[in-house]
Structure formats: structure tokens, C-alpha cells
């Protein structure tokens, strides 16, 4: 159990302030206007921070990425809660440059968010698919191993190619997820009631969703404080959902929307699913290291009944993957003063953890 935090109600008060903020860019009686002309500080592909993109063509998706420096490959795989929702490379671009220092670094648009394109036919698109564009990618850009790092639901992501494709990976990072549980994890019982989590509190005074609004106030809401995410970067964000990537994937997601209004699609078997993939871990499939990275206040995994975060799940996972993995080499870092991006709250701490990280274990074994 992680030690209590010196206030409880400051760490909450802090992420209401990411809310307040959110609003605060709002004009008196207006929404959120997506914007034709690029604002100032968004560069002529969305980027922020002065970074550069470029685009490559995977498997006939214009893939927007960064790719800094030289040397082992970083790749780095944003989160975001599907298509068309606030999360892109950009998410990484307090990291960059630093790691470059000592890494090739690449960072990418996932399918359909950011400037990254779909294909034309919503069925072509499951998680799957968006696995499957990921690796594509890598192939793309090198034959040599990566170090792999995914943020939340990229976390997700890359903890399935990690499974799918374990010979790639020289280490694995995980950050503000917890991709499976261990099998004998404690299951909650049907009816139980919960109190909904710090996050959902804060989401519940949000403009209604799915809209723009609604995204950014959610991406605002995750972090600890309103710098988390500056206005800039809600301008390039903006911007970026007015040109055609974004008009494509908004395309897609109101056939989608009419496709499972005429007939529900069959529920995926995540019960055998998660059963297949312990077993991959129970056989060693997951054996290069694994570092995981949370944040102390992350209001997505803290209950509001709760008076400290507890870890259950994010320890469950370091269980999963360390101890019925049989790997030695998982480690875990709680960052303090730190929401759902630990990452872009402290860059160079985090660059530092994870720089460490890689060096320690690409150091040869003792004879």
C-alpha cells in the first residue's frame, strides 16, 4: 500500500483546478471552435514544443511520428480513450528531446487520432488493427530490436505486441496501466457498489460528450495541474480536428456509430483472452524487463471513498507479469506530485527513471 499522501484534499483540490482551467479557455457563452487557420506555436503537421513530424505510409495509413537522435531505438505509444479523442505524440513532447540525447526516439499517431489517417472501412478497425499498424510501423522504421514504452491505453497496446511479438523487445515500459491481472486476483462481486473514481467526479461537471469539449476538459481533468496541458497545446489539438486525418476518422466513427445501431456486434471473449495471455506469461513469454511508471494522484485510479491510492490493480499487474512470469526483472516507480501523465509533469525525472532503466539492463550479464 502506498504511503498517504500530506493532503488528500489538496491532491483533489489540484485536479479540480485542471478542470477549472479547462473551462477557464473557454469564452463566456461559447464552445471550443475547432480552427482553419493554424494558430501561433502549432507547427504545419500540429506539433507543439517546436518539434518537427514527418509521415510514412503504413500499409496505406499516412502515419504521422517524430524521430529524434541517434543510437537504440526508443518507440513511444500514446494513450487516449479510442479514435478521435485528445491524445497524440504530442503527449510526449516534453520527453523528445531529452531522450534523444541518448536514443533514436520515435513517437507516433495511432490510427485515427492526431494527424494519422484510417482505412476506408470501419470494420477494418479493431484493437487489433491498431496493434497490428503499431508493429507495421516499427518494421517500417528498423530491423533491429526497440525499447518499448506505451502510456495508458497505449499501455495496453504494447503490452499485447509485447505478447504477440516478444522477440522485438529489449525492454518494456508501462505507464498509468495495469494490462491484466494475476489469476487469482480478487473478483468484485455482481451488484457490488463502488464509489466512482477521483477522475469521475470531476468528469461528471464536464460539458456533455462526445464532443471537443468534453475531450479537452477530460485530457485536463487527468492531469495534476493546469500546466499539465498549456493552452498551446489545446490550440494545436484544436487545430489538428479540423484537417482531413480527423474529418476521415469522424467519418468512420458515425459509420461505425450506424453499423452497431442496425445490428450489435457478438461480445469479445475477454474471459479466454485473459486466460491465453497469463498462460503466455506462466511461460515465459514476457521475460525481457519491464519497468512500470504511475502517478501518486492519478484521479482514473483513485476511488473518492478512498483516503490514499492503494495500487491494488497496478501492484496485481507487477504480480501477473513478475511473480507469475517468473521474470526478476520488473520494477516499479510511483511518481509523486504526478496525475495520469507522469511523464509530461516531471520530463526530466521521468527521462531519468527510464534512461537508468534501459542502461542497467543493457549492461552485460556477469560471467
Known amino acids: 500500500m502506498a504511503p498517504r499522501h500530506p493532503s488528500t484534499h489538496s491532491t483533489r483540490a489540484a485536479m479540480a483546478l485542471a478542470f477549472i482551467a479547462a473551462l477557464a479557455l473557454l ?45 537504440d531505438i526508443v518507440v513511444l505509444v500514446h494513450g487516449g480513450v479510442g479514435m478521435g479523442m485528445s491524445s497524440t505524440a504530442n503527449n510526449w513532447s516534453r520527453n523528445i528531446t531529452g531522450l534523444a540525447k541518448r536514443f533514436r526516439v520515435l513517437a507516433l499517431d495511432r490510427v485515427g487520432q492526431g494527424m494519422t489517417g484510417v482505412p476506408a472501412d470501419e470494420k477494418l478497425v479493431t484493437s487489433q488493427y491498431g496493434i497490428e499498424h503499431v508493429y507495421q510501423f516499427i518494421r517500417k522504421m528498423t530491423p533491429d530490436k526497440i525499447h518499448l514504452v506505451g502510456h495508458s491505453s497505449g499501455s495496453n497496446l504494447v503490452f499485447s505486441l509485447a505478447l504477440a511479438h516478444p522477440e522485438i523487445i529489449k525492454t518494456l515500459t508501462i505507464i498509468a496501466g495495469s494490462p491484466i491481472q494475476p489469476g487469482n486476483a480478487p473478483v468484485t462481486p455482481p451488484g457490488t457498489q463502488q464509489s466512482p473514481s477521483v477522475l469521475q467526479a470531476t468528469l461528471d461537471k464536464c460539458p456533455p460528450g462526445p464532443s471537443r469539449e468534453y475531450s479537452y476538459c477530460r485530457l485536463m481533468a487527468l492531469g495534476y495541474n493546469s500546466e499539465t496541458f498549456p493552452a498551446d497545446y489545446a490550440a494545436a489539438d484544436d487545430w489538428m480536428s479540423t484537417q482531413p486525418p480527423a474529418l476521415a476518422t469522424q467519418k468512420l466513427l458515425d459509420a461505425r456509430r450506424a453499423a452497431q445501431q442496425a445490428q450489435a456486434r457478438p461480445p469479445q471473449p475477454q474471459a479466454a483472452a485473459r486466460a491465453a495471455n497469463l498462460e503466455k506469461i506462466k511461460n515465459g513469454v514476457l521475460s525481457m524487463p519491464i519497468l512500470i511508471v504511475h ?47 507522469p511523464y509530461r509533469e516531471h520530463p526530466e525525472e521521468f527521462n531519468a527513471y527510464l534512461i537508468t532503466f534501459i542502461d542497467f539492463w543493457s549492461k552485460p550479464a556477469p560471467k
Open 27 to 71: 469564452p463566456a457563452g461559447r464552445t471550443l471552435q475547432a480552427q482553419a487557420q493554424r494558430p501561433p506555436g502549432t507547427g504545419p503537421n500540429g506539433e507543439v514544443d517546436g518539434l518537427t513530424a514527418k509521415f510514412v505510409d503504413v500499409n496505406g495509413i499516412a502515419t504521422r511520428y517524430f524521430d529524434y537522435g541517434k543510437g
Open 295 to 341: 502517478g501518486m494522484q492519478d484521479g482514473l485510479a483513485w476511488r473518492t471513498s478512498d483516503p490514499w491510492r492503494s495500487f491494488g490493480s497496478e501492484l496485481g499487474f507487477m504480480d501477473a507479469v513478475g511473480l507469475a512470469g517468473k521474470n526478476p526483472k520488473v520494477s516499479m516507480i510511483i511518481m509523486n506530485a504526478a496525475g495520469h501523465f
